[in-house]
């Protein structure tokens, strides 16, 4: 039976700790929101003021509002217009330019007269996801700036006409969709970094001797260490949560009690691993090296966070399943953008609660109070 006054006064015990440690108490409480606001602000993939040269061969009125309407999306930004092609391959070179608009000799006339009006558009590829991004972009708008010139305000009644609604981020923003996940991501990588230098920090300041003496039982320990942190990432949470939706517009459409839930269970599971890592290598050096490896690259590389799962290979799709981040991420989205709750996100609420049981488990199998001989 666990002892609830042991396993206060082994949290108690942890909590002292932690507050005698300036380090801890910074990666604790302050590292997160940093975090945030910064890959917050560094990470999109809206394309905006996209730098833009324009090489206009035809030099009439339709051509010079074409370039107005292309400007005032405030997608694309031009800031040269080349007399020549060859000009505007060198601006592409450089670097000085990301996209290049060349506009034929001819175009109006043959717009007008209900002809084929060719345009041509080239982008810089070095950066696929802005080029791509960028070529849409710029598709959509010459498609309505033609459709408009050749209707002249009048109207057309066509067979069939599409009405496309976008839900759950209406404005495509990107932000929209980053904030939930980096609520997941940094809390996988602060959670085991914060636990993985408690037990090691008993061996390197040569406390567990005294902890070895004491009749706390090693669920106890696990336990009496976890809930401090525990307490720490929830509290981290609910201030990056905040923090999205003051800085970055992030709406919170679902139910704030049930975030805390799913929450509740992911952070027992990664301070449940931290714990486990730092029982196994005793050494606070090397525990924050694996612990920051072990979480770090899975979260942000094999978990939805920036790539998507159903473009990786077959091989890392299986892998993807092992990485409790993928589900946390699945769930932060889902209840901030779609409002959904248990009634969607039941399967990983299940797979959170294997994580925390297998985390607490491994946890309290490697602790040994027995100190070597």
Known sequence: MISRTRLRAMARKEWIQL?????????????????????????????????????????????RELTDVLQATGDFRIIHRPESRQVADQLLIRNSVRGVLVIPPGFTV????????????????????????????????????????????????????????????????????IVPGLVAVIMSIIAAMLTALTIAREWERGTMEQLASTPVARVEVVLGKLLPYLLIGLFDVAVTVTAGMILFGTPLNGSVLELAVYTLLFLTGALGLGIFISAA?????????????????????????LFEITSMPAVLQGVTYLI????FITVTRGIFLKGVGVEVLWAQGLFMAAFAALGLGLATRVFRKELPS
């Open 19 to 63: 507050k005698r440690d300036p380090r801890s108490m910074i990666l604790a409480f302050v590292l997160p929101l940093l975090l945030l606001v910064f890959f917050g602000y560094a990470i999109t993939w809206d394309v905006e003021d996209l730098p833009l040269a324009v090489v206009d061969e035809d030099g009439t009125q339709v051509t």
């Open 281 to 305: 290598v005793k050494s606070q050096v090397l525990a924050t090296q694996i612990a920051m490896v072990a979480t770090y690259l899975p979260a942000v590389l094999l978990s939805g966070f």
């Open 324 to 327: 409790p981040a993928r589900y």
């Open 110 to 177: 043959r717009l007008q007269g209900g002809r084929a009006a060719e345009i041509q558009m080239l982008v810089d590829g070095s950066d696929a996801n802005t080029a791509t991004i960028a070529l849409n972009t710029a598709d959509a708008i010459l498609g309505r700036f033609a459709r408009n010139a050749v209707l002249q305000g009048r109207s057309a009644n066509l067979p069939v006409r599409a009405e496309p609604r976008i839900w759950y981020n209406p404005t495509l923003e990107s932000r929209n969709m």
